[in-house]
């Protein structure tokens, strides 16, 4: 079961207001992706909890259609 790349990127702008959000569909089956997540959400918050936050707001996706989802997190400049 896949999802669709802009439901993605629409989960996550939802979760995270005025993000910067890009996602690439790593092996082209909708269900592999890379997540570059930009968002003041995660100012002073180390790294593992910044991909906690976004786990959690992608749960049910995580246990389900989507299989693997790498993430690069960070607060703006």
Same mark, same amino acid.
């Given at each position: 079961?896949? /999802? ?7 989960? /996550? ?9 890009? /996602? ?12 570059? /997540? ?14 906690? @936050? ?6 049910? @996706? @995580? ?5 693997? @989802? ?8």
């Amino acid at each position: 079961m896949a /999802i669709a790349q802009s439901e993605l990127q629409a989960r /996550i702008e939802a979760a995270f207001p005025g993000a910067d959000v890009h /996602i690439d569909d790593l092996a082209g089956d909708g269900d592999h992706y890379k997540a570059r /997540i930009v968002s003041e959400a995660f100012r002073g918050l180390p790294r593992v909890k910044q991909h906690q @936050l976004v786990n959690r707001a992608l749960a049910d @996706l @995580l246990a389900g259609p989507l299989h693997a @989802l790498a993430l690069e997190t960070k607060a703006p400049d």
